[in-house]
């Protein structure tokens, strides 16, 4: 399939069009483990070539070196993507998590300096990382919106908000697409937030359409990673999860894909409001997901698939409890 045959997705009513995959960039400074700099701008780089036009990154990703990674490998192609960004999340010279500020002037000052560590002049779409439940998401959603008018963001996301906040975040200013967990195990947005989205004309850019890997069978195998962590990768819940993935496995089999590939091309056939944003680290991960675009999904199909790794189906939560206890997507 030609880049010139693959069909783009509007971001929203108001939002620019994008490919069908977006490339996040969060694993390629050191979430997961250890990364490689000239693998992961070789990606990024094979992604644009492929036709992505949607690269998602958040300031706080190895405390800057995600934005100054891709800044390196934009250096000549600014005009070819599109850039989402994240901000808020407070962390120490560790890495260790503080907290989140999304006050006004907050939201200025990390603006500023993500737009001097990309080497860029405007941010495509800009959003909170989470919800600052000590800040109005008026109030933040205001600042942003000065910053569009002064000519620094040109489009406002949100990220991991629940229904209401969304609805308050709109009427404050158009949102182009919510950044949400969304996978086979992780389907909780389907109820209440969906349906909110599609009544406002906002777009879905989905993450975790592996839960981090855990539906293609990967384990954490560094001390850093992340995912050693998190609930669905702690011993018991784990043997469970990874039964789950065998049937991904046994489906994708027979259908002649991978389970990535299944289970991205499942995510694209959901809903055409939703891009899922693809967290390749290497360019061999990036063509495996690049090849679920070809796959057409059956209701029959998608059906089954739903039946064999049901919604909800995985032991432990997507985060630790403290976390899930202050997402607002999941209130």
């Known amino acids: 399939m030609t880049t010139s045959a693959i069909l783009h997705r509007k971001l929203g009513a108001t939002g620019p069009n994008v490919f069908p995959i977006s490339l996040g960039c969060m694993g390629m400074s050191g979430i997961y483990g250890p990364s490689d700099d000239a693998e992961s701008l070789a990606t990024i780089h094979a992604a644009i070539d492929a036709g992505v036009n949607l690269i998602d990154t958040g300031d706080f990703y190895g405390m800057g070196h995600n934005e100054m990674l891709i800044a390196r490998a934009l250096h000549f192609q600014r005009e070819q993507v599109l850039l989402s960004v994240k901000f808020g999340a407070q962390r120490t010279p560790s890495g ?54 002064a000519g620094y963001v040109r489009h406002i996301g949100l990220s991991e908000v629940g229904p209401e906040t969304i609805r308050r975040a709109a009427a404050v200013h158009p949102i182009v697409d919510l950044q949400i967990e969304y996978a086979l195990i992780s389907r909780s947005p389907e109820a209440r937030i969906f ?38 990768f702690k011993d018991g819940n784990l043997d469970h999860n990874l039964t789950l ?45 690049l090849g679920a675009l070809p796959v057409h999904l059956t209701a029959a199909e998608i059906a089954e698939l739903e039946a064999a790794v049901p919604a909800e189906s995985a032991a432990g939560t997507r985060y630790d409890a403290i976390q899930m206890k202050n997402l607002d997507s999941e209130k």
């Open 96 to 149: 260790a998590w503080l907290g989140f500020d999304a006050r006004p002037a907050a939201v200025k000052t990390a603006l500023a300096y993500s737009l001097k560590r990309l080497g860029v002049d405007y941010i495509d779409i800009y959003r909170p990382a989470r919800l600052d439940p000590a800040v109005p998401i008026e109030d933040t959603i205001g600042a942003i919106a000065q910053m569009v008018k």
């Open 195 to 232: 349906p909110v989205l599609e009544e406002l004309g906002i777009a879905a850019t989905t993450y975790g359409t592996l839960s981090r890997g855990l539906l293609s069978g990967s384990r954490p195998a560094h001390p850093t990673d992340l995912r050693a962590h998190l609930p669905r």
């Open 245 to 289: 993935a065998e049937k991904l496995k046994e489906l994708a089999a027979a259908k002649g894909v991978t389970p990535t590939q299944l289970a991205i091309a499942w995510s694209l056939a959901k809903h055409n409001f939703i891009v899922p944003v693809v967290g390749a680290r290497t360019r061999t991960q990036l063509a495996e997901s």
